[in-house]
């Protein structure tokens, strides 16, 4: 699934545009490396977005094309904010 409608439908950002612009933008990894809308999300993949100052880290946990509310968080952990 594309990173930009994975961050959409776990509701993790609001709107799939609001995700397409953040990784545009330069603020979403996945393992480490900067990754474009497209870049296709595999299940056990570390993702990190930066808003301003802070990093938000999760990993995915599960994929799916249509998930209610309750589920979301099945979706993927939230991970501690990286050392540095």
Do not use: H, W
């Amino acid at each position: 699934m594309r990173v930009d409608k994975f961050l959409k439908i776990s509701r993790i950002l609001k709107r799939r545009t609001v995700a397409n612009d953040a990784a545009k933008g330069g603020r979403v990894t996945v393992n480490g490396k900067q990754v474009k809308p497209s870049y296709d999300l595999k299940v056990g993949d570390v993702c990190a977005i930066r808003f301003g100052d802070e990093v938000a880290r999760f990993r995915v946990l599960m994929i799916k094309e249509v998930v209610k509310k309750d589920e979301v968080s099945k979706l993927y952990e939230i991970l501690p904010p990286e050392e540095e």
